[in-house]
């Protein structure tokens, strides 16, 4: 009887366009965080006649989240070295589609401010590990 031939572990040199998915996958949080700014451009009209914000408000809800965002990224960059980068970015991405609903359905510009911080808190999640 001849013996069985040895199995191999299977590298990532195996799967070619495995590399490509990986790469997609790492995208679609940096595409959430960047297309929320620019959504909101076009979505002030709406939000303006909807929840008539104060000038100071209107400025707020725009202002927030990169402010946030880019307070945060360097030390969520530490804690991802800390806790782990991927459960640092999923954590980031379920905490960023709860409060994205939230804002969605806000009923007055404070709730929409305070969304839009704890977007700019969870976004500061996604990008280090993103870009790591």
């Given at each position: 009887?001849?013996p069985a031939p040895?199995?191999t ?12 998915w ?5 995208m679609?949080?940096v595409l959430l ?8 451009s076009?979505a ?6 909807a ?13 927030v989240?990169?402010l946030?965002?880019a307070?945060l990224?360097?030390?969520?960059g ?13 954590l980031g991405?379920?905490?960023f ?6 804002a969605?359905?806000?009923?007055d510009?404070?709730t929409l401010?305070a969304?839009?911080?704890?977007m700019g808190f969870?976004g ?9």
């Amino acid at each position: 009887m001849l013996p069985a031939p040895a199995r191999t572990a299977t590298t990532r040199h195996d799967r070619p366009g495995a590399r490509w998915w990986a790469l997609a996958v790492l995208m679609l949080p940096v595409l959430l965080v960047a297309v929320d700014n620019t959504v909101l451009s076009f979505a002030l009209p709406a939000i303006s006649e909807a929840l008539a914000p104060t000038g100071q408000q209107l400025l707020w809800i725009v202002d927030v989240y990169p402010l946030v965002l880019a307070g945060l990224l360097v030390p969520m960059g530490s804690l991802g070295d800390r806790i782990g980068r991927r459960r640092l970015l999923l954590l980031g991405g379920s905490g960023f589609t709860v409060i994205s609903a939230l804002a969605a359905f806000s009923q007055d510009a404070p709730t929409l401010i305070a969304a839009r911080a704890l977007m700019g808190f969870f976004g500061a999640m996604l990008m280090p590990a993103t870009l790591s």
